[in-house]
């Protein structure tokens, strides 16, 4: 994965990069900073495009002030190789020029073969992938061929009890059966509670408000249950925790107890208060 590396520089700074890209030839200062880079960490990467980009430049005769140069320094060379003598004017340009160009044409062939070699490398590895990867497919293609199909074994024809079985599903107010009370937060997975808890209503359930603990569900029978452990308690915590035998329903007694909907009575023992017999006015137990 590539990364990216952001550096803040000063004005001057840049000018002096931009300036040594343009001397080395490169159109932008990011691809000369990456050189530059990669000489000192000598990981110089291979980059087609920009080698390519700089043979356009020096082919249009955009040539860089380094190379520039050096050509004047190989004109110098053929000046002073030429003799003058009796030779025109035209002559000596086009010896001039004929011993320049030969000598640039080396230049260059000496700057692209290296390159050249590399990517006539990466061209021979990427045939020998593509030879390997077309003998892989053929073996897959000639085993699969090969390969006998699997006997899929045979469907036992279902009985009419197993399907009825699969198709039947626990009801919202069969879970609460298996749970006998639920807490508002313990309905908090259902994407709509208000309906939830409406449905479990309408199904038979007993439905309590409280001001501490929210909502609280209960299912029929375990609300009849309830009060028949509790009116068999003593006015005790421990007692009515021994009477109601299960963690849910003493819960459901610390909740209604916490609210003010039930109190002990010394003659009638625990009784509902007037909020909790109209809340829960037609549901057996009370």
């Known amino acids: 994965m590539a990364k990216h590396v952001i550096l803040k520089i000063s004005d001057d700074f840049y000018d002096e990069l931009k300036k040594r890209a343009e001397e080395e030839g490169y159109s932008l200062v990011s691809e000369y900073v990456l050189e530059v880079l990669s000489r000192e960490l000598e990981r110089t990467p291979f980059n087609p495009r920009a080698l390519e980009a700089r043979i356009e430049r020096i082919e249009k005769g955009e040539l860089p002030p380094a190379l520039q140069e050096a050509v004047w320094k190989l004109i110098e060379e053929a000046l002073q190789n030429v003799q003058l003598g009796d030779v025109d004017t035209k002559e000596l340009v086009n010896k001039i020029v004929d011993e320049v160009t030969k000598k640039v044409e080396r230049k260059i062939v000496d700057m692209i073969n290296p390159w050249s070699q590399k990517v006539d490398a990466l061209h021979r590895q990427l045939g020998e992938i593509m030879e390997r990867l077309e003998e892989l497919e053929s073996a897959v293609k000639k085993e699969k061929a090969e390969r006998p199909e699997p006997e899929l074994p045979r469907a036992e024809p279902q009985r009419p009890e197993r399907r009825q079985e699969k198709k039947q599903r626990k009801t919202a107010i069969d ?98 208060s007037p909020d909790l017999r109209r809340m829960t006015e037609g549901s057996e137990g009370l």
């Open 175 to 272: 879970v609460l059966k298996e749970r006998k009370v639920n807490f508002e937060e313990d309905m908090s997975f259902a994407r709509n509670v208000d309906k939830l808890i409406e449905k479990l209503r309408r199904s038979g359930a007993v439905v309590i408000e409280t001001t501490r603990r929210g909502r609280i569900v209960v299912h029929p029978e375990a609300w009849e249950e309830f009060w028949e452990r509790l009116r068999e308690a003593g006015g005790t915590e421990d007692e009515v925790a021994e009477a109601l035998e299960d963690e849910r329903l003493f819960k459901l007694f610390e909740a209604l107890r916490e609210d003010g909907l039930i109190y002990y009575d010394a003659v009638e023992g625990w009784t509902p």
